[in-house]
C-alpha cells in the first residue's frame, strides 16, 4: 500500500494594518485685527480753519477801510489845477460838492471869484471847518466851497502871489464811502471773531464728551 502524504499547506494570514492616526486639525483661527482707538470728532481741524477765517476778514475790513479812505482823498484832491492871475473854465456839479483849495509854502492873501456875479446862486461861501488833503507830496488846504444851481461850465478866476489853486471836491462829498468803510472795518472782523468762538467753544465741548463716552 502506498502512503498518501498530505502537502504541508501553510496559509499566511496578513497581518492587520496599524491604523492610521487621523487627527482632523482645525486651522488657527487668524487674530482679529487690531482696531486702534477711534479718532475724537469733531476734529480741531474746524477751530483751526475759523480762526483763519477770522484773519481773513480782519485783513478784509482794515483793506475796505484804507481803500475807502485813499479813495476819498483821491476823489477831493484837485483835479484842474492853475497858477494865481489866471482865469480858467471849470466844469463844476452840484452832486460832486465842487471845492476850491490852493497849495501854498507860507500865508498869502487870496481872493476867488466864481461866474460873472450875475445869479446869485453862484458864489463861493468859507468852509465850516479846516480841511487839506495831501496827495503825491502835495498839500492843498480847502479855501471855499463852491455853490452852482446845476452842472455846467463855470468861470473862475483867483489871485494870489505864488499860490497854486485847485479844483477839486469837498471831503464831505466821500463821507458815504469813509463810512462804508468805517463799517466793514467794524462789522467784519467783528463776524468773524463771533464765528471762531462759537466754533472753538462748541468743538471743544463735544469732544469733551466724546472723551466721557470712550471712557
Known amino acids: 500500500m502506498h502512503e ?30 487690531y482696531a ?14 475759523s480762526w483763519v477765517l477770522f484773519v481773513v476778514l480782519l485783513v478784509a475790513g482794515v483793506g475796505g477801510f484804507a481803500g475807502g479812505l485813499f479813495s476819498t482823498i483821491g476823489d477831493a484832491a484837485p ?3 492853475f ?8 466844469a463844476l456839479d452840484p452832486a460832486d460838492k465842487p471845492a476850491i483849495y490852493a497849495a501854498v509854502d507860507q500865508p498869502t492873501d487870496v481872493r476867488c ?16 471847518v479846516s480841511q487839506t488833503v495831501t496827495l503825491n507830496g502835495t498839500t492843498w488846504e480847502l ?18 502871489d505864488g499860490v497854486r489853486f485847485g479844483v477839486g471836491k469837498q471831503l464831505a462829498g466821500g463821507a458815504g464811502m469813509l463810512v462804508g468803510g468805517a463799517i466793514a472795518l467794524l462789522a467784519l ?12 467753544i462748541v468743538v471743544l465741548a463735544r469732544r469733551s464728551a466724546a472723551r466721557r463716552r470712550m471712557a
Request: glycine share 8%.
Open 4 to 33: 498518501i502524504q498530505t502537502p504541508d499547506v501553510t496559509m499566511r494570514v496578513p497581518r492587520p494594518m496599524p491604523q492610521a492616526d487621523v487627527t482632523l486639525r482645525m486651522p488657527h483661527p487668524f487674530p482679529p485685527p
Open 36 to 49: 486702534g482707538p477711534r479718532p475724537i470728532r469733531p476734529r480741531l481741524l474746524w477751530i483751526f480753519l
Open 79 to 81: 483835479t484842474t489845477t
Open 83 to 90: 497858477s494865481g492871475g489866471q482865469s480858467v473854465n471849470v
Open 113 to 128: 471869484q466864481l461866474g460873472d456875479g450875475a445869479d446869485p446862486r453862484v458864489r463861493l461861501t468859507r468852509p465850516a
Open 143 to 160: 479855501l471855499f466851497e463852491a455853490g452852482v444851481p446845476k452842472a455846467g461850465a463855470y468861470q473862475l478866476a483867483c489871485e494870489g
Open 189 to 200: 472782523p467783528t463776524v468773524g471773531f463771533l464765528a471762531a468762538l462759537i466754533v472753538t
